[in-house]
């Protein structure tokens, strides 16, 4: 999982990304491609 300061950049990686908020944090997700996710510093 990346961390990162902006999940804009990480977003567009796959268009299977999408935003996720869980828990107080913002992640990316990506159900076909785990390797896209990335979560906010």
Do not use: E, W
Not at 17 to 30: A, F, M
Request: aromatic share 4%; proline share 2%.
């Amino acid at each position: 999982m990346h961390i990162v300061n902006s999940l804009k950049t990480a977003k567009k990686r796959d268009k299977n990304c999408q935003l996720v908020k869980r828990r107080g944090k913002v992640y990316v997700i990506n159900k076909i491609k785990p390797k896209f996710k990335a979560r906010q510093r």
